[in-house]
């Protein structure tokens, strides 16, 4: 597509990596189809293409971002399913950062969104934090449905009802330091605690650490690592989000330069996705480009890192996976096929639910930002997932968990907790739940 | 931007009344159905065409048939100009819109209205893009037959204002062969239906004009299409040549000994090299010219129509012979064979040619079209349908040079004009949009073309839907 | 007085003239469809059978083009000697007509003519890739071309098509042929009744063995197809067409299908050919020029339907092509209008078009199914873009 922007403009890198990405768009529009957000509102200007336009206007024109298009920016789940369908290679991920980053600087955002926004960067991030914020959540529950009354208020009342109802449980997998093999030593891996999936379920990464240390791996908590930075990413704040990624780096670094490191293990694939992404985010900070491009280059997603480990084949169990693939994952990592081939190999039977390519609306934050898109999302998913009439979801991302899980009675789970399970471990909590033998031979 | 291509006018009388003709539309639909401010029209300015754009005075997004009866009536009232758009993935500027006109886009209505496999038929909404369908309806064994190469994007609206084509149309006939019915809104807001589940029409075939009238003589909101049974299997077999006469000529021949396959589509060198890099779908790097042959039936029928076409393509001197082992590798053949536009763009702008030759001319017009590309200091990819002749030439430019573009779309012309005189046509399935319009007195005379344009008037004599497009701006009659 | 030019020039000199003076013109080919539809009142005739030839056929590029005038079975032995044929299988309408003549391309294009495989192959029109013609105002006119996939400019070529000679002289047609099937078979399942065929049909073609004919014929006219020689009781008879090993496989499976319905057995190659023609030609009505007949178009779903309730009210016979959507509708007296049309309506929509009657009957009623009033008044203002002066073919059609 023919663009028009100044030799100066060009002049800043942001803007000449944005001007590059705009010149491969051909206009074809195929994207329109496999965006969430355009299939459900129906406009071109919530669409990938018609983002890429608002932007390419906004950037050519050297504007300040507008209330117009921060709407229909804010609408994108940044889901990158436009990324995995467009033909052209339109590398929209890093477009729609840059645009973010833009509305940051030059948008002053309503006084109530801010606020919201703020809070949001302030407290999830950060584990303490977070499980006082739901704890908080817990006995403010009731005030939902008045929140959801007024218009701006609405984040909140989505927040209250995203916020789990059980008690917390604190875990021992975050703390700092290396769990041995329990048999003959065969790798070294760093595992993210992270900030927000620990709180809501410190299960997987305990499943994670016990599946790869019976598995002969052994698994490092660095000091001092924290939240991959996703999170104030997609709200467009740059600085924090470097400094999350600096930080991380520096952990991880240490490491790799100590003990070594086969691998950087992330369980949940929004984090993994952004790490992945540090060698870029980083690469105009001289000190960091190249520490970050290792560390980006040895992140794995659990089940990348388990596909390489070559587990035996155990016999059918009988048991129908709807395997729900995360956005992150499908399109965001580009992994397809290891989960479910893992779950196979398993003696799981692993089903794929109709048009598994559109995002559940979870989506980091967007689930409190846009709760009426993200309900509407949830619900099409769920009734996909539901139709493959399975007796588990398995998924890889923990904001899926949490969104599909508030709109479905059928458990969902991390693909690592069953896998854990069946090679040895104990059978997930979310399943235990459940009646035993619900369904005649089956052994749940 | 080229500026080659003239649009109409704008009516100053409705550029003045912009302000209440959008308060007017504010109050006939609902608020999220239209889109009027400044910045949020600039998406709306041009469509898969890149090459011309203009803003829109407003868009519209209307949810239902009597929606768009409300506005229909309404800009007729007042003589306001309204180009129809579906997904807006025209490639010859169908959905272009200009300074005094509102964008009727059919986005909003999506609802497959029903399926009926007794009767082989579903009924849809305009709006319902092509794959789509054979998606609701592949439950019960069938398919919907015309694929564009845009099929996962482009809308049933859009595929009836174009007659679309496609791969698989070698066999099954394009959009006006498996349309059997329409709701549509006239200009003056009138809802009529055209055919319906049943067969032919009972007086004049209405259907079989409004079908290809490029937005031109009413808004299709409602289409009943012809379903086809799946076929037990399908199996695309690629075939290499040195050359790319050698695989024009094998077509001619395939064709000529009564074979049928379901799709012929050729690519060159230059194709096959884009494509493959996109979908990695095991395209031979090391041929001149490659063909893909699909044919369907049962194992045994499949055999037996593979063993001709060998046989034929072997004494056209084939290299590679090669048959999907899977149905992911049959996908991967097709996934780049559809998405070679837009993988193109990979490597460069281009703009993508539609005509249609006899396919005699094939490897005449071939090699004319490498001279004229060449004559102009630009390259070319040749990516099209072998088996009926509709040749896509994508002419690689860069957009950023004014002189590369005007070279581009001068070249573009010249290779037009080459199918007109080689006995074809100017577009087999793009349409004639804002792109090919200057150029249709090359294939039609002055008086085929007037009595085009009184056909087009017994509809709508005022020139307000979608009126730049298709027919020359010059020598129209007065309204 | 019949005009009955030799060049297509000369067709349009005649035609301005005609045009310049006011003067009706009946159009013309071979004369044998010359019943269909309302009688015409012209002050002349013009006919177009010395504008006769086959102008350009391409066997290798299957596209044919011929003048309007010639005859039908001219084309067909030189595309029979190319083992090729025209896919929509055009009716011969003589014997049920009671008509003699040749029948022209012309008059197979004008008045849309298909068979049995129009249901899957597509219609006369389908296959009419160009066309030119002479407007009402004496000017010739080019539509279309002569290649397959063609979207440039408005698609006049359908709209000439089934207009009867009401919008334009045809002088010359373009179309597209296809290779003749390497064998043909025939499934017939026996016995069922109307409702049953009409399930079994839209069995037959849910299944992916490419039916390309298929058609009930009820006991009242079993009989008389192929002499009598087709099993006994009703017969629902299914075609398949291809290469030898393909149609072998494909008959296989779909008469173990059919089996679910009843008694199946097969034909055979030539008596299948013999029998689909004489289904394409409507033999069993033949020879009764007396006794309206009705061709009606529906969803194949309720054409059985239709007749049942009419059946209750009225003398009539039938028998179904077109998966049951073609009725073929033989009345033993009165020719039902009002009520036919009702119960289309009632049923859904498709449209009834009588082909024989007396003429005193003819003039009673409309022959060509009305439409509702925004269609009718945008036909009308067609004729009159294309006729402005309606010398052609003046009450042919309703409303035109």
Redesign the interface.
């Known amino acids: 597509m023919q663009t028009n922007f100044t030799a100066e403009q060009l002049a800043d890198p942001q803007v000449a990596e944005s001007e590059k990405i705009l010149r491969r768009c051909v206009h074809c529009g195929f994207c329109t189809a496999t965006c969430p957000t355009y299939v459900t509102l129906g406009n071109e200007l919530d669409s990938p293409r018609g983002r890429i336009y608002l932007i390419k206007d906004m950037l050519e024109n050297g504007r300040a971002a507008d209330a117009q298009v921060v709407t229909h920016i804010d609408r994108c789940l940044s889901c990158l399913a436009c990324v995995t369908t467009c033909p052209s290679g339109v590398d929209y991920m890093h477009l729609v950062d840059h645009a973010r980053v833009h509305i940051e600087k030059t948008y002053r955002r309503p006084l109530i969104d801010r606020m919201i926004r703020n809070v949001l960067a302030a407290v999830l991030p950060y584990p303490k934090r977070f499980r006082t914020a739901l704890a908080l959540a817990k006995v403010s529950r009731p005030l939902a449905p008045l929140f959801d009354r007024l218009s701006p208020l609405k984040p909140l009342a989505a927040m209250l009802k995203l916020a789990p109802t059980g008690t917390l449980r604190k875990s021992d997998a975050t703390q700092p330091g290396s769990r041995a093999p329990k048999t003959e030593r065969r790798g070294r891996v760093a595992i993210l605690s992270g900030c927000a999936q620990p709180v809501l379920d410190p299960g997987i990464n305990e499943a994670t650490i016990r599946l790869l240390t019976r598995l002969g791996v052994e698994v490092v908590v660095p000091q001092g690592e924290g939240c991959c930075g996703a999170l104030v990413h997609h709200m467009g704040k740059e600085d924090p989000a470097l400094d999350f990624a600096r930080s991380n780096v520096d952990a991880w670094t240490r490491e790799i330069e100590g003990g070594g490191l086969d691998a950087i293990i992330i369980t949940t694939s929004g984090c993994g996705t952004t790490v992945k992404d540090y060698g870029h985010m980083l690469r105009l900070d001289p000190r960091y480009a190249e520490k970050a491009a290792r560390v980006a280059s040895l992140a794995k997603d659990i089940t990348e890192y388990l596909a390489t480990l070559d587990l035996p084949t155990l016999e059918s169990r009988g048991l129908t996976v709807a395997y729900h693939s995360a956005c992150s994952m499908q399109h965001g990592q580009k992994i397809t096929m290891a989960p479910k081939n893992l779950l196979k190999n398993a003696g799981f039977v692993v089903r794929d639910p109709p048009e598994g390519h559109l995002c559940c609306g979870s989506a980091g934050t967007y689930n409190i930002m846009q709760p009426e898109i993200s309900a509407q999302l949830k619900a099409r998913k769920v009734r996909n997932l539901e139709a493959t009439r399975p007796d588990v979801i398995a998924t890889g991302n923990i904001g899926c968990m949490t969104q599909i899980g508030t709109g479905t009675a059928i458990p969902i789970v991390h693909t690592v907790e069953l896998l854990d399970w069946v090679y040895g471990g104990p059978k997930p909590s979310r399943l235990a739940l459940r009646k035993a033998g619900a369904r005649a031979g089956v052994s749940l | 931007?080229s500026e080659a291509i003239r649009f109409l006018e704008p009516r100053t009388a409705v550029v003045a009344r912009r302000a209440t003709i959008i308060g007017d539309l504010v109050d006939l639909l609902p608020p999220?159905c239209v889109?009027h401010?400044a910045?949020?029209l600039?998406?709306?300015e041009?469509?898969?065409f890149?090459?011309y754009r203009r803003l829109p005075l407003a868009v519209v997004?209307p949810k239902t048939t009597e929606q768009v009866a409300a506005v229909m009536k309404y800009c007729h009232r007042y003589g306001i100009p309204v180009v129809p758009r579906g997904?807006?993935?025209s490639l010859s500027g169908g959905a272009i819109p200009q300074e005094d006109a509102v964008v009727l886009?059919l986005?909003?209505?999506?609802r497959i209205l029903e399926v009926?496999?007794?009767?082989?038929?579903a009924t849809v909404q305009a709006?319902v893009?092509n794959?789509s369908i054979s998606e609701a309806v592949s439950p019960?064994?069938?398919f919907y037959a015309p694929d564009p190469s845009?099929q996962?994007?482009?809308t049933i609206g859009g595929n009836i204002g174009?007659?679309s084509?496609g791969a698989h149309?070698?066999k099954y006939?394009?959009t006006?062969?498996n349309l059997l019915g329409v709701k549509m809104v006239?200009v003056d807001g009138?809802v009529?239906?055209?055919g319906?589940?049943?067969?032919?029409?009972?007086?004049?075939?209405?259907?079989?004009?409004v079908?290809?009238?490029e937005g031109?003589l009413g808004i299709v909101t409602e289409a009943t299409v012809r379903l086809i049974?799946?076929?037990?299997g399908a199996r695309p077999v690629l075939f290499g040549f040195n050359t790319s006469e050698e695989a024009g000529a094998c077509v001619?021949?395939v064709?000529?000994s009564?074979?049928?396959p379901v799709a012929i589509e050729f690519m060159d060198k230059p194709a096959i090299e884009i494509c493959e890099a996109?979908a990695q779908a095991g395209y031979p790097l090391d041929v001149g010219a490659l063909l893909i042959v699909e044919v369907e039936?049962?194992e045994?029928?499949m055999e037996?129509?593979l063993k001709k076409i060998v046989d034929i393509a072997g004494r056209h001197g084939v290299r590679t012979v090669r048959e999907s082992q899977s149905a992911t590798e049959a996908a991967l053949i097709w996934k780049g064979r559809k998405?070679?536009?837009?993988?193109?763009?990979?490597i460069s702008?281009?703009i993508c040619m539609d005509g249609?030759?006899?396919?005699?001319k094939l490897s005449y017009v071939l090699e004319k079209t490498s001279e004229i590309v060449e004559r102009f200091g630009l390259r070319v990819a040749n990516v099209f349908?072998a088996g009926?002749?509709?040749m896509h030439p994508l002419i690689l430019f860069n957009?950023?040079d004014p002189e590369d573009?005007a070279r581009a779309e001068e070249a573009g012309n010249e290779i037009l004009k080459l199918c007109v005189d080689a006995?074809?046509?100017?577009?087999?399935?793009?349409?004639?949009g804002i792109e090919?319009r200057d150029l249709?007195r090359h294939?039609?005379?002055e008086?085929?073309?007037n009595?085009?344009m009184?056909?087009?008037?017994?509809?709508d004599p005022d020139w307000i839907l979608n009126p730049s497009k298709?027919?020359p701006l010059e020598g129209r009659p007065a309204a | 007085m019949t005009l009955t030019p030799h060049t297509e020039n000369d067709a349009a000199y005649v035609i301005r003239n005609a045009a310049s003076r006011g003067t009706t013109l009946s159009i013309v080919g071979g004369g044998t469809r010359s019943g269909f539809g309302n009688s015409v009142i012209a002050e002349e005739i013009l006919s177009s059978s010395a504008l006769s030839g086959i102008v350009d056929y391409e066997p290798a590029e299957m596209v044919m083009t011929a003048k309007a005038g010639t005859p039908v079975a001219e084309i067909e032995a030189l595309l029979a000697a190319n083992r090729q044929m025209m896919s929509f299988e055009p009716m011969d309408h003589r014997a049920v007509m009671g008509t003699a003549g040749e029948p022209t391309i012309g008059g197979v294009f004008a008045a849309n003519v298909s068979g049995p495989r129009r249901f899957v192959a597509g219609a006369a029109r389908d296959s009419l890739l160009g066309i030119r013609f002479v407007n009402g105002r004496g000017e010739i006119i080019r539509a279309g071309g002569r290649v397959m996939k063609n979207v440039t400019g408005l698609d006049l070529v359908k709209l000439l098509a089934g207009s009867h000679g009401t919008l334009g002289f045809l002088t010359e047609v373009t179309f597209r042929i296809l290779p003749v099937p390497e064998t043909v078979e025939t499934i017939v399942v026996s016995a069922l009744d109307d409702h049953s065929a009409t399930q079994a049909m839209a069995a037959a073609m849910a299944m992916p063995v490419e039916v390309s004919g298929a058609a009930h014929l009820p006991q009242t006219v079993r009989a008389r197809f192929l002499d009598g020689q087709l099993p006994e009781g009703e017969a629902t008879v299914l075609r398949l067409e291809g290469l030898e090993a393909s149609v072998s496989v494909r008959s296989e499976k779909l008469g173990d299908m059919m089996r679910r319905f009843g008694a199946v057995s097969r034909l055979g190659p030539e008596p299948s050919r013999n029998l689909w023609q004489e289904i394409r030609d409507v033999a069993p009505y033949k020879g009764l020029p007396k006794k309206p007949l009705w061709r009606v178009s529906a969803a194949p779903s309720v054409g059985h339907q239709l007749v049942a309730a009419l059946r209750l009210e009225a003398g009539i016979d039938a028998f179904y092509d077109w998966q049951g959507g073609l009725v073929w509708m033989q009345m033993e007296g009165d020719p039902e209008e009002q009520r036919l049309r009702r119960y289309i309506k009632a049923l859904g929509g498709g449209h009834a078009t009588l082909v024989r009657a007396p003429d005193a009957v003819r003039a009673q009623l409309a022959a060509f199914h009305p439409e509702g009033d925004a269609v009718a008044t945008l036909s009308a203002r067609i004729k009159q873009k294309l006729d402005p002066g309606g010398i052609f073919n003046p009450g042919k059609m309703a409303g035109v």
């Open positions: 931007m999220e889109v401010e910045r949020e600039v998406p709306f041009t469509d898969a890149v090459a997004l997904a807006g993935t886009g986005s909003k209505m999506t009926d496999p007794a009767n082989r038929t709006g893009t794959l019960e064994g069938f845009s996962l994007a482009c174009m007659n084509g149309c070698l006939g394009v006006t062969n006239l009138t009529i239906e055209l319906g589940k049943h067969l032919d029409a009972a007086g004049y075939d209405l259907l079989g004009l079908c290809g009238s031109q049974a799946k076929p037990e001619a021949d064709i000529g009564g074979i049928i996109f039936g049962s045994a029928e037996a129509m998405s070679a536009f837009g993988a193109t763009g990979r702008d281009y249609t030759v006899p396919l005699g349908h009926d002749g509709n957009a950023n573009a006995g074809g046509c100017l577009t087999g399935e793009h349409g004639v090919k249709m294939q039609y005379s008086a085929d073309l009595q085009q009184a056909v087009r008037a017994a509809f298709v027919f």
